[in-house]
């Protein structure tokens, strides 16, 4: 077996990369008892975008982080504009974060949950209590606090 190029090295670091995110990402959904086969199509799709994502990342890493680069127009005056590959990894992130708001394992998605009822214990002492026992009139606790003051 002959030695392996430079480039064979990267893309099986890219798949074991790949592969480790597929892993987190299913033990995620299935830690949090939201994954069906439902979403393997949206997994694979996230998989894609972030395997080009890295590509875009790690080659916007090899050469620096540059910020911007030197554009030279027709008529030879030179301008500097944003470097291309800082602009890619910008567009790839933002379909990152798309994919994984669509799987549900954003924050934003943690506030659409809708939290029904409320706790039974009672915070002081720590008993648990009926909610039928003492029924909460919000509107006549202000009107009280309105009286006293006035």
């Known amino acids: ?8 090295v990267e893309t099986e670091q890219l798949a074991e990369k790949v592969e480790a995110e597929r892993k987190r990402l299913l033990f995620l ?3 949090a008892d939201v994954y069906s ?3 393997d199509p949206l997994i694979d799709s996230y998989l894609d975008t972030f395997e080009v994502y890295e590509i875009m990342y790690k080659r916007w890493k090899d050469k620096g982080f540059p910020e911007t680069q030197v ?12 470097h291309p590959l800082s602009v890619q990894v910008d567009i ?3 379909k990152k974060l798309r994919a994984l708001d669509k799987l549900g394992m954003t924050n ?8 029904t009822g ?3 214990i009672d915070t002081n ?14 509107l006549q606790k202000r009107r009280e606090r309105w009286r006293k003051k006035a």
């Open 71 to 82: 554009y030279e127009n027709k008529n030879g005056a030179k301008n500097a504009v944003k």
């Open 125 to 138: 002492t720590g008993n648990a209590e009926s909610s039928a026992s003492k029924p909460i009139d919000e």
């Open 37 to 39: 086969q439902i979403l």
């Open 1 to 8: 077996m002959g030695r392996k190029t430079k480039r064979q």
């Open 29 to 31: 959904l299935r830690d």
């Open 118 to 120: 409320g706790s039974t």
């Open 92 to 94: 790839w992130s933002e």
């Open 108 to 115: 934003k998605a943690l506030m659409q949950r809708v939290v």
